[in-house]
């Protein structure tokens, strides 16, 4: 389940609609939910029982009072309070600012979540580029229900694994093309040509990950030149 709770006029919104095109192209078909108050929030965590909750959304931590919130709407909301008793989902992905800052002591989302009894907690230690959040995320959904060579006793720890390694090898360095497509659509196209062929050939070697490294650059190199 995909919990949006971005506000419709606010501008990273753009990317989440991009994820929801990009997933429903690949036939990856996620539950949506768009709470725009507090009390809808609380009564989808409530009764809605998916395996991964993904939660889209602005977050910051108060350190002063050690408590990290969530933007809901226009009202910042203290995150322990939209959280149900247990059981809740095993595996949450929490995609906003802040969530997981390393020196809380209570004011954690990850610990919030452990305690209640989820088995993995995905969330940030500081603020994220939006644009590449969104990216991530669906890349992680796609390793996870739709791998492209699934082999018995792959784990969640395999994919996330693969998701950082593509993200830090290849869409960190493409964020340049990424942003430029934005303003001048009519690359677009070659870039997702280019984008292609780099996993295709990625998705077909057998390296060492310091291997990798090089290999990405060269192709990047390559394909963005193409480009």
């Not at 954690?108 to 979540?113: D, G, P, V, W, Y």
Request: proline content about 5%; glycine content about 6%; hydrophobic content about 45%.
């Amino acid at each position: 389940m995909i919990v949006q709770i971005l506000d419709e006029t606010d501008p990273v919104r753009r990317y989440s609609e991009l994820f929801r095109r990009t997933s429903q192209s690949i036939r990856n078909k996620f539950t949506y939910e768009s709470p725009s108050t507090t009390a809808e929030l609380i009564k989808i965590i409530a009764t809605v029982k998916p395996d991964i909750v993904v939660i889209d959304g602005h977050g910051r931590y108060d350190q002063t009072n050690d408590v990290v919130h969530l933007l809901v709407g226009k009202q910042w909301v203290n995150f322990d309070t939209l959280l149900s008793s247990p059981p809740i989902a095993p595996l949450w992905i929490i995609s906003a600012c802040d969530m997981a800052v390393s020196e809380a002591f209570r004011g954690c989302a990850a610990r919030s979540l452990l305690s209640r009894g989820a088995y993995a907690v995905i969330a940030t230690l500081d603020r994220v580029d939006a644009f590449i959040a969104s990216i991530l995320v669906g890349r992680l959904l796609t390793e996870v229900y739709q791998p492209g060579n699934p082999t018995e006793g792959r784990t969640l720890a395999d994919a996330f694994f693969l998701t950082q390694v593509t993200t830090a090898l290849l869409y960190d360095p493409l964020l340049p093309l990424f942003r430029q497509s934005e303003i001048d659509p009519a690359i677009k196209p070659a870039l997702g040509l280019a984008l292609a062929g780099i996993l295709s050939w990625g998705n077909a070697q057998r390296m060492e990950l310091e291997e990798y490294r090089h290999g990405f650059a060269e192709r990047i190199a390559y394909g963005a030149a193409k480009t």
